[in-house]
């Protein structure tokens, strides 16, 4: 069984697009996250929520918006895409924020 | 924000071989997490070490939290193949994970 989901895996899409990344995490946990790995590999935080409410916007523009329709989803839209939105998304979750993470595959955006 | 720098940046041996790698912080760590993350695949929890000259083992990986809590160390025996990956130590704080500069492992078989 998965513990954490993204939809989907792969996205490619052009300049000026929307888009939006899924994900589900069927652990019961309270508190999931957004994070974005760049080109080097480097891993940060953009949002968290805990029970459908935002706790964590690491200045992130607002082109980006998490919706957290219960509290074993939080989904990601973006607007407006730009070429620097190119990067892995990985959603994560954990009972208690911030202690043991539990990370998905990750959503390979490729903006052209 | 607590920087943490991890080195080395790239690292490349062959099989059999030891490696320490490093994760380092001017700031002291209330505790410190060490994940793998594989090609693909998100990161995976490995440890948590909170206590000053803390030593974890996992099989043939050890881990080492700093006397002063600023800095730790992963050391793996005899690497294989299976342990390439990306490893990322991190620490919490502010109630956030922030997450340190990584360290790409290639074993060559």
């Known amino acids: 069984d998965t513990a954490v989901s993204q939809t989907p895996k792969y996205l490619v899409t052009q300049m000026g697009n929307d888009k939006s990344i899924k994900c589900e995490q069927n652990?019961?946990?309270?508190?999931m996250y957004w994070y974005k790995q760049d080109s080097k590999k480097f891993l940060k935080i953009m949002f968290s929520?805990?029970?459908?409410?935002?706790?964590i916007n690491e200045t992130v523009p607002n082109r980006f918006s998490p919706k957290s329709p219960d509290k074993a989803h939080l989904n990601l839209h973006i607007n407006s895409l730009e070429l620097g939105d190119s990067a892995v998304y990985f959603c994560?979750?954990?009972?208690?924020?911030?202690?043991?993470?539990?990370f998905g595959p990750g959503t390979r955006l490729t903006v052209t | 924000t607590q920087l943490l720098e991890q080195s080395p940046q790239f690292l490349s041996i062959q099989e059999g071989e030891n490696l320490t790698v490093y994760c380092n912080s001017s700031?002291?760590?209330?505790?410190l997490q060490w994940y793998r993350q594989e090609p693909g695949e998100g990161p995976v929890l490995l440890v948590t070490v909170v206590t000053g000259g803390e030593v974890k083992k996992l099989k043939r990986l050890t881990f080492q939290f700093g006397d002063a809590r600023k800095d730790s160390s992963l050391h793996i025996t005899a690497a294989q193949p299976g342990d390439t990956g990306l490893y990322l130590c991190?620490?919490?704080?502010?109630?956030?994970?922030?997450f340190g500069t990584g360290t790409r492992l290639t074993i060559i078989p």
């Open positions: 700031s002291v760590f209330s505790s």
């Open positions: 991190a620490t919490f704080g502010n109630e956030k994970l922030t």
């Open positions: 994560a979750s954990s009972q208690v924020a911030a202690t043991k993470q539990y």
């Open positions: 929520y805990n029970n459908k409410e935002l706790i």
């Open positions: 652990l019961g946990h309270d508190t």
